[in-house]
């Protein structure tokens, strides 16, 4: 059973911008949650994740600087704001708690042309 949902995603030139955002249910409002990418061919990875306060926000380098990680627990959803987008960033994107429950949704596309 699915319990986080992606949205978000589409199509967007190199340089472009997307918001992504991930709805979960009120009773994960205590744990942190990630987001994870996973481009054809490769293995998941993850992307960015949020304390369930907030205020601890740890990237990989390959995005620091570019992606942006919030919360709002008021309406229990995370939002992943992606700038200065790469074809490389190209993937599904995920997200789930920290640390990952075993049953992820469909994930969100992202596609970023050249």
């Known amino acids: 059973q699915v319990q986080l949902v992606e949205s978000g995603g589409g199509l967007v030139q190199t340089g472009g911008s997307l918001r992504l955002a991930c709805v979960y249910p009120g009773r994960f409002r205590t744990y942190a949650t990630a987001w994870f990418r996973q481009a054809p061919g490769k293995d998941r990875e993850f992307v960015a994740a949020i304390s369930w306060s907030g205020d601890r926000t740890p990237y990989p380098d390959f995005v620091q600087g570019r992606f942006t990680i919030t919360r709002d627990h008021t309406k229990t959803i995370v939002f992943l704001q992606m700038n200065s987008l790469k074809p490389e960033d190209t993937a599904v994107y995920f997200c789930?708690?920290?640390?990952?429950?075993?049953?992820w949704g469909n994930g969100t596309l992202v596609t970023v042309s050249s």
């Open positions: 789930n708690t920290v640390p990952p429950r075993p049953n």
